[in-house]
């Protein structure tokens, strides 16, 4: 049973402190609007704005809804419906005790598109980033009908993507520790309970090139979403639960099915780079992408100006030019730095 109840009057106070800490990077005519999915009793909270043809965006770890707040308003100006999904363990979306592992997140998915009435013969659009990409992925993969077309950033593919063995750089470990601290069981809690503000600080600091678009008002609006009850221990499930055995044993299977429609994938200049397009490019028959360049200023890249993993937030501009005009590349080159698929409303 599906329940959907608009909840811009009646949303809970944490919904609308993060509705006026994003205020700033959207005007009012955005009219953004909360509302809940109940979903076999999973409370699943999202936001909408604008009217288009919709896309629906998904956020990653350790953020929520909010991460997208830059690129909804420019979608919106694009003649685009958004919608922001919080899944499950997300912002103020319910924290089950289970249901992490990307078999039940997809079809989590696939429930909320009908039950939103965004199930359509075609399929919709959908843009997801970090842990976002590995729903949207398992998604794409057990309901390629549900999707048009799809955009991946900044991730691996679990079971899929090769991690190297033995102990890491110092640049690496940087950009890959959370896969092993994130698995333990209850050391992580036990670690951060209390702590959760400075340890998104570090996390927010340590993986972004520019750390300055994640501001005080969006940490702090992070801090107290993961610090509510379940929080934390919801966004550990999702690696403990997809790289246990019963995981990557769901994602053996999810690699034997190919992604049938176009793929944009996408990682920062100072992040994943050119691996997630190159990981995706084995799974799918029409993927293109690569990494997010630095804006040029004078002909010449300023260093400030990489984009590193957060990229909703680090590169709204960027990432947004490239889901908007994408289609600007000759069509059947396989492997570009942008994909052949417009995602401007037609």
Sequence with gaps: MSIIVKASTVAAAATLLATSAVA??????????????????TRFHYVTAGTGAPVLLLPGWPESWIAWRKVLPMLVSAGRSVVVL?????????KPAGG???????????RFLEAANLASAGGIDIVAHDVGTWIAHAHAVNYPADVKRLVVTESNIPGVTAFAGGIPSEAANLKSW???FNRLNDLPEMLIQGRERAYLTWIFATKSKRSYAIDAAAIEEYAGQYSAPGAMRAGFAWYRENFDAAGLEQAKARAAKRLTMPVLALG????VGDALR??????GDRVQGGPIAPRQRGGQAVPIDGCGHFLPEECPDEL???????????????TVERSDATFRER
């Design 278 to 283: 190159a990981t995706v490019a084995m799974l």
């Design 86 to 94: 919080d899944p499950r363990g997300f912002g103020e979306s319910d």
């Design 24 to 41: 700033q990077n959207t005007r009012s005519s955005d009219q953004i609007e909360h509302h809940i999915a109940t979903i076999d009793g």
């Design 178 to 180: 959370q896969f092993a």
């Design 268 to 271: 920062g200049s100072d992040g």
């Design 100 to 110: 992490y592992d990307l078999d039940t997140a997809a079809s989590d998915l696939h």
């Design 320 to 334: 947004t030019e490239a889901i908007l005009n994408s289609g600007n590349r000759t069509r059947n080159r396989p």
